[in-house]
C-alpha cells in the first residue's frame, strides 16, 4: 500500500533561518507531488506541484521553493524566512498515470512557528 | 477562481443527528471531492463526484452534485462523536485542487 511521510511534525525557527521540509512517498511510481500551506482554521492553500523529477511549477509568489530530487521525494525550502511563513505544511500525492479524476493523499503535516 | 466555499463555516449538532454541509464553485469542474481533517492532522480523501453523475454514497455519506447551480452537499446520517472535523470540498482543474475555507463540524455526546 502507498504511505506519505512528512518530517518534521512541529518546527519552531528564528526569522531569517532557512528551511528544509521533506516528503517521501512509498508504494507508488511517478506520482504527481503537492505542497499545501494551511493557516489557522482555514482552506489550504496550493504553494507548489510537481509532475516529474526536477519539474516543478509554483503557484503562488513567495519566500519558499520546492525541489524533487527523486521521484517520490518532495523538499520545502526557505533562505531566509519571514514571520509570514509561519503556518501548517501539508504534502500530498496523486496518481499521474492516465487522465481523469485523481484523489489526493496527505501526509500529517508540519506545524512551523517563526519567532 | 474555481474555489470551493463551504456553508456553514460551523455546524454543531447532536448525536444521532444528520449533518448536511453545502459547497459552492464558480467554474466548469472536471469532479468534486470532499475531504475530512481532524484537528493537527492532514486531509482524509472521503468521497468524489465526477461532473456527470448526481448522486454517490459511500457508508453514511452521501454526496450530492448540481452542476446547473454549481453547487454540491454533503450529508452524513446518524452521526458520531468520531464524525467532529473539518471538512472541505475540492473543485477538480487540470492539475490542481482548489480547496474552500472548510465547515468545522462538532457532533455533541
Known amino acids: 500500500s502507498q504511505t506519505i511521510h512528512q518530517w518534521p511534525a512541529t518546527l519552531v525557527q528564528p526569522v531569517g533561518s532557512p528551511l528544509s521540509l521533506e516528503c517521501t512517498v512509498e508504494?507508488?511510481?511517478?506520482?504527481?507531488l503537492y505542497w499545501y500551506r494551511q493557516a489557522a482554521g482555514r482552506g489550504l492553500q496550493l504553494l507548489f506541484y510537481?509532475?516529474?523529477?526536477?519539474?516543478i511549477s509554483s503557484e503562488v509568489p513567495q519566500n519558499l521553493s520546492a525541489s524533487r530530487p527523486q521521484d517520490r521525494q518532495f523538499i520545502l525550502s526557505s533562505k531566509k524566512l519571514l514571520l509570514s511563513d509561519s503556518g501548517f505544511y501539508l504534502c500530498?500525492?496523486?496518481?499521474?498515470?492516465?487522465?481523469?479524476?485523481?484523489?489526493?493523499?496527505f501526509g500529517d503535516g508540519t506545524r512551523l512557528s517563526i519567532l | 477562481s474555481q474555489q470551493g466555499e463551504e456553508d456553514p463555516q460551523a455546524l454543531s449538532i447532536q448525536e444521532g443527528e444528520n449533518a448536511t454541509m453545502n459547497c459552492s464553485y464558480k467554474?466548469?469542474?472536471?469532479?468534486l471531492q470532499w475531504y475530512r481533517q481532524n484537528s493537527g492532522r492532514g486531509l482524509v480523501h472521503l468521497i468524489l463526484?465526477?461532473?456527470?453523475?448526481r448522486e454517490k454514497h459511500s457508508g453514511r455519506l452521501r454526496v450530492t452534485l448540481d452542476t446547473s447551480k454549481k453547487s454540491s452537499s454533503l450529508l452524513i446520517t446518524a452521526s458520531r462523536a468520531a464524525d467532529t472535523a473539518s471538512y472541505f470540498c475540492?473543485?477538480?482543474?487540470?492539475?490542481?485542487?482548489?480547496f474552500g475555507q472548510g465547515t468545522r463540524l462538532t457532533i455533541n455526546p
Open positions: 500530498a500525492w496523486s496518481n499521474r498515470i492516465g487522465t481523469g479524476s485523481r484523489p489526493q493523499h
Open positions: 463526484i465526477r461532473s456527470n453523475e
Open positions: 508504494g507508488t511510481s511517478n506520482p504527481n
Open positions: 510537481s509532475v516529474g523529477i526536477g519539474q
Open positions: 467554474t466548469s469542474i472536471n469532479n
Open positions: 475540492a473543485v477538480q482543474g487540470a492539475q490542481k485542487l482548489v
